[in-house]
């Protein structure tokens, strides 16, 4: 059973540009969430999705936007990058239900120069 | 609001000794609580998670957790480290969103080597 996938791996930008992020959950469930974890930082919530839409959102611009895809995997889109947008961005996938574990991605490691 | 205080950035130990690694969390609400480890160049795993019940938690590998209410901690414990557990390891909590799953709040980790 593969467990959340994320890609791509690695992304090089440019100030301004725009990236898409893509996350295929754990199989079987429904709700996937993102995370901000600059260097040397915990990771941070950008927002959750589930039956395809924005559930929950943490202290995010709205440069930060995302989908959820029928077959629940889901995008992290950010526009007009910054340089301190330069992190690694987790996907976490988990049964929508109270108390069930979050399985996290490796992650995508962003660079904005 | 909820937050988590990892109190040591960094904890060096030897190999076969014991360690703890603190995390305080302050929250108005009921809270449940876990930890994770990341090593290196991975994504998080969970490591243990207290929801209800008794107040200490295991995992699989030896390390256990105990949650404290009335000192809002849950410092994490091994009695024994191996090389193998060298890693950094996060604490975070969630509250109850309406009956479905809460986003993580998570401290800033606190890094464990383990030496020869």
């Known amino acids: 059973d593969a467990g959340v996938t994320q890609s791509p791996t690695h992304l090089i930008k440019t100030r301004g540009q725009q990236v898409t992020l893509r996350c295929s959950p754990k199989?079987?469930?429904?709700?996937v969430s993102w995370y901000q974890q600059a260097l040397g930082q915990g990771p941070q919530f950008i927002f959750q999705y589930y039956e395809e839409e924005e559930r929950q959102r943490g202290n995010f611009p709205d440069r930060f936007s995302g989908h959820q895809f029928p077959n629940y995997s889901s995008e992290l889109n950010v526009n007009a990058l910054l340089l301190g947008d330069s992190a690694l961005y987790l996907c976490?996938?988990?049964?929508?239900?109270?108390?069930?574990?979050?399985?996290f991605g490796p992650g995508t490691r962003l660079l904005v120069l | 609001a909820q937050s988590v205080t990892q109190l040591d950035s960094q904890v060096p130990v030897f190999e076969e000794a014991p360690v703890e690694l603190r995390c305080n969390y302050s929250?108005?609400?009921?809270?449940?609580l876990f930890w994770y480890v990341q090593y290196p160049n991975q994504g998080l795993q969970l490591l243990l998670k207290?929801?209800?019940?008794?107040?200490l938690v295991e995992s699989i590998n030896g390390f256990e957790a105990e949650f404290n209410k009335s000192q809002t901690s849950f410092h994490l414990r091994k009695p024994s480290v191996h090389i193998s557990d060298t890693a950094e390891y996060f604490c975070?909590?969630?509250?109850?969103?309406?009956?479905?799953?809460?986003?993580?709040?998570f401290g800033k980790g606190t890094k464990l080597s383990v030496k020869p």
């Open positions: 929250s108005s609400v009921s809270v449940y």
């Open positions: 976490a996938s988990s049964l929508t239900g109270f108390g069930e574990t979050q399985y």
């Open positions: 207290y929801l209800s019940g008794s107040t």
């Open positions: 199989s079987g469930h429904d709700t």
């Open positions: 975070a909590v969630t509250s109850n969103y309406g009956g479905s799953q809460g986003n993580l709040i």
